[in-house]
């Protein structure tokens, strides 16, 4: 006789089980939004627009929403903090940089800054530099040496990279960089500072552009006699004359957007109280960045951010 099957009925699972896997897809979900894994859609609406452009019309927006739509009685001052990076944050391919704005007052002959050039945009006329510490030829040989032999990360003694001539890059060289690389640039502000704090900035351009300290990744020997300095300590510690690092070191990931984050932790904690900052800092609500994507619309790109726009040159 032929055998007669009785179809399967899956089981009926009670409610607490249905609440409780619910619970548990809801955390999953959660955990992973936590993680960085789930991000808001990448901004492509500037795509076609060079990055160079996408940021200094970013700038350009926001310090002008800062001085208003009246003359100005005063001259302003701002710093916007950079940095790069590729995917893994390898310190070769990582820099933290910072430009710095005067925007002169409408009602007054304002005295103007040796070594700076006269700008105008919108009726404003302003100054501006950039302190982007790098090896002289970076520009021609993007190879930078950090970490050469075993155990140089714990012991900078073993670091067998040379020094080399610095120079200090501006801002249209150094985000080209950037893009030659495919790196994501992070940005912040702009801030407000006092006159103080922007003199001190030219004061340490000027120090650079001088040639008495070269450049080192592994600043952590040299930094000490002024012998020579990497990238973040270049734009840190603003209220010494000679740039001694601070109170961080190299060699544990502070390099990149980790870099730059805590040269601002720094402006925050021990230059805040001496008018340097003229408004609050969070350093990770107010990073925007900007990431490298192939084509239009792209996925799986490399993006550390809470807010991106996608740029292709």
């Not at 070769?92 to 704005?101: A, D, K, T």
């Not at 985000?175 to 992070?186: E, G, S």
Request: glycine share 8%; charged share 25%; proline share 6%.
């Amino acid at each position: 006789m032929p055998s007669h099957t009785l179809p399967r009925i899956a089981p009926r699972l009670p409610s607490s089980v249905k609440s409780f896997i619910a619970w548990v897809v809801f955390l999953g979900c959660s955990f992973v939004a936590h993680a960085g894994w789930l991000k808001p859609d990448v901004d492509f609406r500037n795509y076609n627009v060079p990055l160079y452009e996408q940021i200094t019309n970013r700038i350009k927006a926001k310090v002008l929403a800062r001085l208003g739509d009246g003359r100005s009685a005063r001259d302003r001052y701002f710093i916007i903090p950079f940095a790069y990076q590729n995917d893994g944050n390898d310190p070769g391919f990582s820099h933290s940089f910072m430009s710095v704005i005067r925007v002169l007052a409408d009602d007054k002959q304002s005295k103007l800054t040796p070594g700076l050039k006269l700008r105008t945009y919108k009726s404003r006329e302003f100054e501006a530099f950039t302190i982007s510490w790098l090896p002289h030829d970076f520009d021609t040989n993007p190879h930078l040496c950090v970490f050469e032999a075993v155990g140089s990360r714990i012991f900078p003694k073993r670091n067998t990279c040379p020094l080399s001539i610095g120079r200090n890059f501006k801002l249209d060289e150094t985000i080209k960089l950037a893009v030659n690389a495919k790196n994501a640039v992070a940005m912040w502000g702009p801030y407000e500072i006092d006159e103080e704090g922007f003199d001190l900035g030219v004061k340490r351009m000027h120090l650079l552009d001088a040639g008495t300290i070269e450049y080192r990744a592994d600043d952590r020997l040299y930094r000490i006699d002024r012998t020579a300095i990497n990238c973040f300590h270049a734009m840190a510690n603003l209220y010494e004359l000679f740039p001694n690092g601070g109170v961080f070191g190299t060699g544990f990931k502070m390099w990149g957007i980790n870099g730059t984050a805590r040269v601002l932790i720094e402006y925050t904690k021990t230059a805040k109280y001496k008018g340097l900052l003229l408004e609050p800092v969070d350093e990770k609500k107010d990073r925007y960045g900007f990431v490298y994507a192939p084509t239009r619309n792209g996925h799986g790109l490399y993006n550390p951010f809470r807010n991106a726009s996608a740029y292709r040159n």
